[in-house]
């Protein structure tokens, strides 16, 4: 069998919607035990979001749920039960890592701060992601990628100068801070193996957001300037931006910096006269003549399909490439499928699905996907019994009890 | 202090590590995660300084190498030596920094550095530990991997742009390219766990990086609705779809510029919209259609575009009335789901960050200045991010890195800086 790096690694996640389970991810792609405690009384919320299978809703049919959460095992928990310490606490013991993403004091009202999980298991190492941090007057305050995209100021830099702001897809902060998340749980997991010492990791979605576009912070702090819209215009580069070519919202990049990438530009489009006008001789004149230049390129990409387009240029060794949509990546580029992007399993109620694999390719330690997301409470068994050892008698009275649910 | 005490001295979590960072403007900020977090990260320019300090905006907007803004935000807290790896000389400087070193972050064309033998199987030769992070478009192997590229076409490739820009226009990147950004987090990422690895067998590997990849991550959304409904949305703009396909708007035009806030219906959007319809009816301006609603059983899949408008109407004109600063503190206040959209001034200025003390302030003494920057990542408990220190000036290690850890003379200093090598 296959070494991942995480494969004596255990977590356990007080999780919902994005964040939290894309850090759980990243250690369950990577081979570490992940346990998701879930309530049929209070599911994660993406278990309630179209698409769903077939159109038919069910709390093990959304595809919301079921694409990020592979590899993932699930107990379910009545987190409003008195008797739930009783599981919390094995959890707790026996975890090396806890992921949570509530809004901030959840985990506090179950018994479940820092300062009480560190008093049950003093090596745990416990992350809390949240839209703007534990503290500050803002730390309640819920919402969704898009609207913290918008606080971050992205779609004020992204779109046309001439036009309402647009926002960059939709939940793009979501995908940003559980990279940081990742990388500062295993920071501290090198820490706690030089140390024995845990610790408690709080990432505010918006602090890391404001990575993704320091320089321009730095700007307005030397030079008072606030950048714009500005369509696909770069400082460096005509033409640079997105062609239209055959086809219903069929799109090419070229991006042309170089004299000598000018130069191989043109005859690719076999050096129509106006290439040889004085206007478009040098960088400094493409870009004064900028938008001119854009229709000239734009008349002539429409001849071709995106994909040729792309093929013509990159030939010549001009960079280039499709505006692809999501159907052209998950189903047609060739160099996605040989790279193994894409990944499909086999999940109870939904049959096939489909998934990412991690954005990186391991050379001695490749991630993997092997098990479809969980059925909510699906393991509850196996990890009372198998990896709490939680006594026979303990376990079926809390049944009985009905705690788990 | 002795400025090889100063990097020791208490560098915080990742302080054993070292990492010699190749890399340019498409992986700098892999580097600086690891040397925001203590590790001593060595940036290797080419002789005169690394292209990257060419990107602006500049100090005063003076445009010179030492003074690129793009060049201080992705640097913090790295080491600079300059070192020409095209020549013997310098390459085998690099195979006895290598030994030294944990980390290698590159993000050169695919097949440039085995091209000067430096490729990972040549590297781990000489440190069998070395863990190696390459960033590049598309990967180090496949069909595209020879593609020429800049950060538009990763962008593009990676299906993300085909959701960015107003659906009746082209698709678009932002003024500040995001591709290869997304692409440095994930090195850093990647980087990590093959840290882990290596320090549960001493194996190092190649970590490799596909920008492409990183895009379709942050858009992965797209992805899961295609596999379970074959949906294929266009660009959303400013705009938000609900489930019975209607749009109505995420950012809205206020007195000063924009906020965001999107209709929800049923449960998800019934707070926000009941709280944002009370504070409409204390300025007077709530029609009686939304006092009079049942926000709970409000139908999103039975919902009818007159409905929608006459609500969106309602809204608009009650938001014109605010500034972005009064939207936000009732927001807050009132538990609405919204946000202003703030630019970086109004950033700096937000109540929140100041707060949290997440600004930092870096010296910059051959400036006389001291700068504010975006500071820590994460807040953590025993270890915190702290003694943030400027990037480095081209080379300006060379000394302490050549003379005293490689320990060369003086006179070979001088013959490998007149021979072009560092």
């Known amino acids: 069998m296959a070494k991942h790096v995480f494969d004596e690694l255990k977590a356990v996640g007080f999780t919902y919607a994005g964040v939290g389970n894309f850090v759980l991810r990243v250690l369950a792609l990577n081979g570490a035990t992940v346990v998701r405690v879930e309530s049929e009384t209070r599911p994660d919320t993406v278990r309630t979001m179209a698409p769903f299978k077939d159109n038919i809703p069910g709390l093990n049919r959304s595809y919301y749920y079921n694409s990020p959460n592979t590899d993932k095992l699930d107990l379910a928990l009545d987190m409003k039960h008195r008797r739930k310490d009783e599981v919390t606490r094995k959890l707790v013991e026996w975890a090396d890592v806890l992921v949570e993403n509530f809004t901030p004091g959840v985990m506090a009202g179950w018994g479940l701060s820092y300062e009480e999980v560190n008093k049950i298991n003093p090596g745990i190492i416990m992350i809390s992601l949240s839209m703007q941090g534990q503290t500050g007057p803002a730390r309640l305050q819920g919402g969704y990628g898009p609207l913290l995209q918008s606080l971050v100021g992205f779609p004020l830099i992204t779109g046309w100068p001439d036009a309402m702001p647009s926002l960059i897809d939709r939940s793009y902060p979501d995908y940003i801070a559980p990279r940081f998340g990742a990388v500062a749980v295993i920071a501290a997991l090198l820490h706690r193996r030089r140390t024995g010492q845990g610790q408690y990791i709080d990432v505010s979605e918006y602090e890391d957001a404001i990575q993704f576009e320091s320089p321009l912070i730095l700007d307005w702090v030397i030079n008072q300037r606030l950048h714009q819209r500005m369509g696909n215009k770069y400082p460096n580069a005509a033409p640079h931006g997105v062609f239209p070519c055959k086809g219903d919202d069929r799109w090419c990049v070229i991006a042309v910096f170089s004299d000598s990438e000018w130069e191989a530009f043109c005859k690719v489009i076999s050096t129509p006269e106006w290439t040889k006008e004085t206007k478009f001789e040098t960088l400094l004149a493409r870009k004064k003549n900028e938008d001119e230049l854009n229709k000239l390129v734009g008349k002539w990409t429409m001849n071709y399909t995106a994909e040729e387009v792309m093929t013509l240029m990159q030939k010549a060794g001009v960079r280039a490439g499709v505006v692809q949509t999501v159907e052209d990546v998950v189903e047609y580029d060739p160099q996605l499928k040989h790279r193994h992007f894409f990944w499909t399993l086999n999940h109870p109620e939904c049959g096939e699905t489909l998934h990412n694999r991690v954005n990186y390719l391991l050379s001695k330690t490749p991630s993997e996907l092997r098990r479809p997301a969980p059925c909510l409470g699906e393991h509850t068994d196996f990890v009372c019994k198998e990896l709490l050892k939680m006594p026979e008698d303990q376990y079926v009275s809390l049944m009985l009890d009905n705690v788990f649910k | ?422």
């Open chain 2, 1 to 422: 202090m002795d400025s090889d005490q100063h990097w020791k001295k208490d560098r915080g979590i990742l302080a054993p590590y070292r990492a010699l960072d190749l890399s340019d403007e498409r992986g700098l900020l892999c580097g600086k995660i690891l040397a925001d977090m203590g590790a001593d990260v060595i940036k290797i320019e080419r002789p005169g300084g690394d292209p990257s300090r060419n990107i602006g905006p500049f100090y005063h907007d003076i445009p010179d190498p030492e003074k690129s803004l793009f060049w201080f935000a992705y640097n913090t807290n790295k080491r600079s030596i300059t070192l020409n790896i095209e020549t013997d000389d310098g390459r085998a400087i690099l195979g006895k920094l290598v030994k030294t070193a944990d980390i290698l972050i590159e993000s050169f064309d695919p097949g440039y550095l085995k091209g000067l033998g430096l490729s990972y199987a040549e590297l781990s030769k000489i440190h069998p530990g070395l863990v190696m992070t390459s960033i590049t478009a598309f990967g180090q192997t496949g069909p595209y991997s020879g593609f020429k590229y800049s950060d538009i076409v990763a962008w593009a490739m990676g299906s993300i742009m085909s959701q960015c820009g107003n659906p009746e226009r082209p698709p678009v990147q932002s003024t500040f390219p995001q591709a290869f950004i997304n692409a440095s987090a994930d090195g850093a990422e990647g980087t990590m766990v093959a840290l882990y690895h290596r320090e549960l067998t001493r194996e190092g590997q190649h970590v490799d990086v596909s920008a492409q990849e990183s895009c379709i991550w942050s858009t992965a959304e797209n992805v899961l609705e295609w596999d379970g409904a074959k949906l294929s949305g266009k660009r959303p703009g400013h705009l938000h779809t609900n489930p019975s396909g209607l749009h109505s708007p995420v950012l809205w035009q206020c007195k000063d510029g924009y906020v965001a806030m999107f209709l929800l219906g049923g449960m998800p959007g019934a707070k926000t919209n009941r709280k944002l319809t009370e504070w409409m009816d204390r300025k007077g301006m709530a029609p009686d259609f939304m006092k009079n609603k049942d926000w709970e059983k409000w139908d999103f899949h039975s919902l009818t575009r007159e409905e929608l408008d006459s609500i969106v109407v309602a809204i608009d004109k009650f938001l014109k009335t605010l500034t972005k600063d009064e939207f936000q503190r009732e927001a807050i206040e009132r538990n609405i789901q919204g946000q202003a959209v703030y630019n970086p001034e109004e950033t700096m200025r937000n109540p929140q960050l100041i707060a949290r003390e997440f600004w930092v302030k870096i010296e910059h003494n051959e400036l006389k200045d001291t700068i504010t920057y975006p500071g820590a990542f994460a807040k953590f408990t025993e270890t915190p991010l702290k003694g943030w220190r400027r990037a480095p000036l081209i080379g300006e290690h060379n000394e302490e890195i050549y003379l005293k850890e490689l320990g060369f003379s003086k006179e070979e200093l001088m013959t490998l800086k007149m021979g072009g090598i560092i």
